[in-house]
């Protein structure tokens, strides 16, 4: 059986690192995905789905992401129940992301005009040579 998932989105808000009490990260985060219809106003809706991911995955991604931040999600669909303090059970679903990779150029990330920095590249790396690849070149 396979529960499998990837998303494309922005973060609603910057992620949110925590440590359990053994020391292991947990990042939390919401991922705006936009539909591929309109609704009957002709307007375009967007789902809001949560998503954790764990150990230095997290760390990471906490590192060089922001609010706004274009992000890609591989992961899987994680469901979940607890009673809260009334007394209720309150189910979650999210996706639990495996893999997650940065979907815009340091240059057209708004977090870089309020100072943030996107990660540098090591001269060393021998993916250093690559040509940066713009969004009107892609086909889709």
Not at 65 to 82: F, H, N, P
């Amino acid at each position: 059986m396979i529960s499998r998932t990837i998303l494309v989105g922005r973060l609603t808000n910057d992620p949110e690192l925590k440590y359990t009490g053994s020391g292991v990260a947990v990042a939390t985060f919401t991922v705006a995905v936009n539909r591929q219809f309109t609704n009957s106003q002709g307007e375009r809706e967007a789902d809001f789905i949560r998503c954790q991911m764990w150990r230095k995955a997290a760390e990471n991604f906490c590192k060089f992401t922001r609010k706004g931040s274009l992000i890609g999600i591989d992961g899987r669909i994680q469901t979940r129940s607890y009673d809260n303090q009334q007394g209720t059970r309150v189910f979650v679903t999210e996706v639990v992301a495996e893999n997650f990779s940065l979907l815009e150029s340091k240059n057209s990330n708004q977090n870089n005009q309020n100072g943030q920095s996107a990660p540098s590249r090591n001269p060393n790396d021998p993916f250093n040579s690559m040509p940066d690849i713009k969004d009107d070149d892609l086909p889709f």
